[in-house]
């Protein structure tokens, strides 16, 4: 029978990373796809790096997210350098603006949950908006700017992840789905591929919005949670009861326009919208959050309500070609919380349910599965993130 290291499930952006620095610390990595690489959400998502306190995340969840911040330039460089590749990163800044006095009053929230935390930003006036970024609309009452925020083509950050992960002697196999990870008396065994089994002391769960469709049922953390709501049974192709998926997808639609030259500089949020101008004329706009279904269907009410946010946030943007609208699935866990950890299953991790900042926690998530799976302490702390905490 085969045998390796460490099997990783799921090629995009956080298994693939993972892969890499297991394979870097001379693991035998076996990287299983079930299509390309980083065609999914990791593929989908808009790219931005935008950690900010709110209710959305936890004290550990933030501290994720700015390590993540604090490490990706030196991330991207690594990556850049090893595999000989180009692709879009930049420390933009970004603006987050309101526009009428509703709005004002929650941006003065938003500003006090950064302040409690210590996270920089500043408070910008109207008219400075403008000075800044003269295609803002002038109904911009005040915004916060976050200067330490950026983007990233993580399109091009996938694809040379999952290179660097075969460059560092990984075997990174496309179009081989892990069909079962196999379980002998509460450990882990291995992974069943369609080309039989691949034995491992060690199995990492990257498999984005799937991942619950593959945990272990018998004496595992829990595939499901009981007493929620569920989707229907047509929206979930494999999973076979009808409790919800303690990770599932998050429907995300997302669409881009075409200006030249580039009418803004930063990042801008505004109410329905984040906007970002690409080095290649490509004007990102995105994007919606539906819970609950493995559809990818694009919807003509989320490209309306995406264009209308836009064009009222930059109106100069009306004007602007419309290119595509697409669709991806982010892997939502049923506390929005990531899901990083060991499971109950001896050598079973679980390292998945990002949601909306997959893209930007992929090098602090990738450190700290790596951590945990060499046995040294995560350099940061994670234990709520644990797949465990799902257990009934
Ligand atoms: C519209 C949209 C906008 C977004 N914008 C941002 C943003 O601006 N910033 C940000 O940080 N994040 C953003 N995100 C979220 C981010 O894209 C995700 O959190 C992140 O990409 C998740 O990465 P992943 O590797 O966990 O999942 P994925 O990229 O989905 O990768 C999982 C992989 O597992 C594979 N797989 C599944 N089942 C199996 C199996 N049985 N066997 C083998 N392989 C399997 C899949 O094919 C897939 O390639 C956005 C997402 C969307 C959809």
């Not at 076996?30 to 980083?38: M, N």
């Not at 970004?94 to 500003?111: G, H, K, N, S």
């Not at 081989?176 to 069943?192: H, Q, S």
Request: charged content about 25%; glycine content about 10%; proline content about 6%.
């Amino acid at each position: 029978m085969e045998r390796a290291d460490i099997v990783v499930i799921g090629a995009g952006l956080i298994g693939s990373s993972i892969a890499w620095r297991l394979a870097q610390g001379g693991r035998r990595v076996v990287l299983l796809e079930r299509g390309e690489p980083g065609a999914e959400a990791s593929w989908a998502g808009a790219g931005l790096l935008q950690p900010e306190a709110g209710r959305e995340a936890s004290p550990e969840t933030l501290r994720l997210w700015l390590e993540s911040l604090a490490m990706y330039e030196e991330f991207v460089r690594e990556v850049q350098e090893t595999t000989r590749t180009v692709f879009e990163f930049r420390i933009c800044g970004r603006l987050v603006i309101a526009l009428d006095e509703a709005q004002e009053a929650a941006l003065r929230t938003r500003a006090r949950a950064q302040e409690e935390v210590g996270i920089p930003y500043e408070w910008v006036a109207g008219d400075d908006v403008r000075r800044m970024e003269p295609a803002v609309t002038p109904d911009a009452r005040a915004a916060l700017l976050y200067r330490q925020h950026g983007l990233v083509d993580n399109r091009g950050l996938s694809k040379a992840l999952a290179l660097a992960a075969a460059m560092a002697g990984a075997d990174v196999r496309h179009y081989e789905p892990a069909l079962e990870i196999a379980v002998v008396g509460g450990r882990v065994d291995g992974v069943e591929t369609a080309n039989g089994r691949i034995a491992a002391d060690v199995v990492v769960n990257a498999a984005g919005a799937w991942s619950s469709l593959l945990a272990p049922t018998e004496t595992g953390t829990v595939r499901h949670v009981t007493g929620l709501p569920s989707p229907s049974q047509h929206d979930r192709p494999s999973a076979s009861t009808d409790a919800p998926l303690i990770v599932g997808p998050a429907k995300g639609e997302i669409i881009a326009l075409e200006a030249r030259p580039r009418p803004i500089e930063r990042v801008v949020t505004a109410p329905g919208a984040s906007i970002s101008a690409r080095a290649d004329g490509r004007i990102v706009v995105g994007a919606t959050i539906i819970p609950g279904s493995f559809r990818k269907e694009i919807t003509a009410d989320g490209v309306a309500r995406m264009i209308a946010a836009a064009t009222r946030a930059v109106p100069c943007l009306s004007q602007a070609r419309f290119l595509e609208a697409w669709a991806g699935l982010r892997p939502h866990s049923r506390d929005d919380q990531p899901v990083i950890g060991a499971d109950r299953i001896v050598g079973l991790y679980w390292a998945t349910g990002h949601f909306t900042m997959g893209i930007l926690s992929t090098p602090a998530t990738a450190a700290v599965v790596a951590d945990l799976i060499e046995g040294r302490p995560p350099r940061v702390p994670i234990s709520s993130m644990s797949p465990r905490r799902f257990e009934q």
